[in-house]
């Protein structure tokens, strides 16, 4: 390993304008990272990771903020070293993506609706490499194969919007990697992943880190993949640099409170083992927790019945349908009052789907929703509206779901207001109750959401959830935005709620130590259909399906010394959902096993 740093960052200083005044984003950082070296960042929403990287970029100008002080030395591919805080920004033009890769939190927000995948791929080896479009177009899906998206040469062709978030994901990954930088600057880039592609994702990252000698500073709140992917950490706290030393250091020596609080909050994979109910974590300086199991009731809420899902697949001149995707097929379960069902599996395997399916958000092609002795497939627009009252859903990605020109008390409000269910003085007493609740400042109240990082536009998002106090939410991959401080009080605020509400929770998520902690029930997904239902503990403790076991061998743990190789991870291509028009499926039959626990046994393709 050579002794020159790739980029050398001394003394950082970032301030913000905002309305309230100068903000501080970061106060006085410095660290260093060495040619084929990954160094995560840690530390909670706020804590100044991402501002440090967007400052590398020099978007952090984009966004309102000035480095006000400090300097980042960055040596070049010609060997000459420059002082990003400086550099006129068309020489960063050049620079970005080039030189330096980043790859963002938000892959939605990361794209460009307007112009196809292939397009944006290319866009950048056109650009920095001079290539032809041909060749560009060969490199691309080269990349897309590299990041393991299946059916490469139809992606090319197709828009952001018509992929799943960890597609879209892989993509902004391909993307970065296109021009093979000496610098990658991976932002949250396994958040919306689910855990087999992201430990795909990690190991790729790895290799080509080995292969290239790319330095990679990797910004995450996930510890688990810290602990897979670090050589050295620093963890990050209100904008401060609280910590550093190599990740075996952190993790089994942490010397600061607030990385030992950090390290408290993580859920580890094998902890609720022999325990049947879901309950609590204990949290590091938290008093008076209560931390007793969440029983739930015998009493069904939902019942859903063989749930179909498909979507129309468009071709030719007069964009006629030619195919359907399959997303969800067959797909049975009982949720019941005060109780929890996570439905886990990889991106695109229909989880969110099913999810959006039963509040009608996607009109289902046939199936049973019975919510509390309501049909609610049987409903009209107007009564559908009325049934909403009952149930809410926390999407993925709390930017996409807030809208960026209403203050956060305005939006957190505005269920109430649309359903009259509060008024006046009132209405004001249960917005600020519902930020205490989930743990915002009240100053936030006049903040509109792009002032918010990522972890507090999602606890916005859930806030407005419950507002209006509903039966069952439908949290989609809710907590995934969040880093882990944040994760466990939000996790624990979902469960005393269950507790003292009744709440029902359809929890679809990617997170298996995070889902084996919250749920009573576990369904696993692929392809569309259950494989796998029954009692958490059955699923995790005694995995039958073929997937099951694959899926419960990528989890990566929060321990630096039990790291998972490529040799771990044995998928198998996942195989296309879409079918022809004149396909017919078989029905799902399963195999009750031990009591409760279900394994598919028709052909599911795994």
């Known amino acids: 390993m050579l002794d020159q740093p790739i980029v050398d960052i001394r003394n950082l200083r970032v301030e913000f304008q905002t309305k309230d005044g100068e903000v501080v984003g970061v106060e006085d950082v410095s660290f260093s990272i060495n040619p084929g070296e990954t160094v995560c960042i840690v530390g909670e929403s706020g804590s100044g990771k991402s501002v440090s990287s967007l400052s590398l970029m020099r978007l952090v100008e984009f966004g309102g903020g000035k480095i006000a002080g400090g300097r980042l030395i960055f040596d070049r591919k010609d060997d000459t070293e420059t002082d990003l805080a400086k550099t006129p920004q068309n020489l960063m033009r050049t620079i970005r993506g080039n030189e330096i890769g980043m790859i963002f939190q938000e892959p939605m927000t990361a794209l460009n609706p307007v112009f196809t995948v292939g397009r944006q791929l290319t866009e950048g080896l056109r650009v920095h490499s001079g290539m032809s479009r041909k060749d560009a177009e060969a490199r691309a899906l080269d990349l897309l194969r590299e990041v393991r998206i299946p059916e490469p040469e139809a992606r090319l062709k197709q828009y952001p919007h018509e992929l799943s978030g960890g597609m879209r994901q892989r993509v902004v990954i391909a993307m970065a990697m296109a021009c093979r930088p000496r610098l990658l600057i991976a932002d949250e880039p396994t958040t919306a992943l689910d855990v087999t592609i992201q430990a795909e994702i990690l190991a790729l990252m790895d290799r080509l880190k080995r292969e290239t000698g790319t330095a990679v500073m990797f910004i995450t709140h996930d510890m688990a993949v810290v602990a897979q992917m670090a050589d050295r950490v620093v963890v990050m706290f209100r904008g401060n640099k609280v910590e550093e030393g190599t990740v075996e250091e952190i993790f089994e020596n942490p010397q600061h409170d607030y990385t030992k609080a950090l390290l408290s909050a993580v859920p580890k994979l094998g ?112 009564d559908l509206r009325r049934a909403r009252l009952d149930m809410q859903m926390v999407f993925q990605d709390p930017f996409a779901s807030l809208n960026p020109q209403m203050q956060l008390a305005d939006q957190v409000a505005e269920p109430m207001w649309n359903f009259g269910t509060y008024k006046g003085a009132e209405l004001n007493k249960r917005v600020e109750m519902l930020f205490d609740r989930v743990e915002l400042p009240r100053t936030f109240l006049r903040r509109f959401p792009h002032e918010l990082s990522g972890g507090q536009r999602q606890r ?121 028009l004149d396909y017919e499926p078989a029905t799902s039959e399963y195999e009750e096993v031990s009591k409760g626990h279900f394994v598919l046994t028709t052909e599911s393709g795994y």
Do not use: W
């Open 271 to 382: 902890e609720m083992n022999g325990k049947d109910l879901p309950e609590p974590m204990r949290l590091l300086g938290v008093d008076g927790q209560d931390v007793r199991p969440i029983p739930g009731t015998t009493e069904p809420l939902l019942k859903v019945r063989n749930l179909t899902t498909r979507f129309p697949v468009k071709g030719g001149f007069f964009r006629r349908t030619v195919a359907q995707v399959h997303a969800v097929e067959d797909v049975s379960f009982t949720i019941n009052k005060g109780r929890t069902l996570s439905l886990v599996g990889e991106s695109g395997c229909g989880k969110s789907t099913a999810g959006r399916s039963l509040l009608r958000l996607v009109e289902p092609q046939s199936g049973t929703i019975d919510l509390a002795g309501l049909d609610v497939m049987g409903l009209s627009h107007r």
């Open 460 to 580: 916005v998002a859930i806030a407005r959830a419950l507002a209006l106090n509903p039966k069952l939410i439908v949290a989609d991959e809710s907590v995934s935005a969040l880093d882990v401080s944040v994760q466990a009080q939000v996790l624990n605020l979902m469960m005393e709620l269950q507790a003292e509400l009744g709440l029902s929770y359809l929890f679809i998520s990617h997170d298996m130590a995070v889902v084996e902690r919250v749920s009573h029930d576990v369904g696993v997904m692929y392809l569309g259909r259950i494989v796998e239902m029954g009692p958490r503990r059955a699923v995790f403790e005694d995995p039958r399906h073929p997937y099951t076991q694959a899926l419960m061998k990528a989890v990566p743990i929060a321990d630096p010394r039990r790291r998972k190789t490529e040799k771990d991870l044995n998928f198998k291509p996942i195989p296309s959902p879409i079918h022809p």
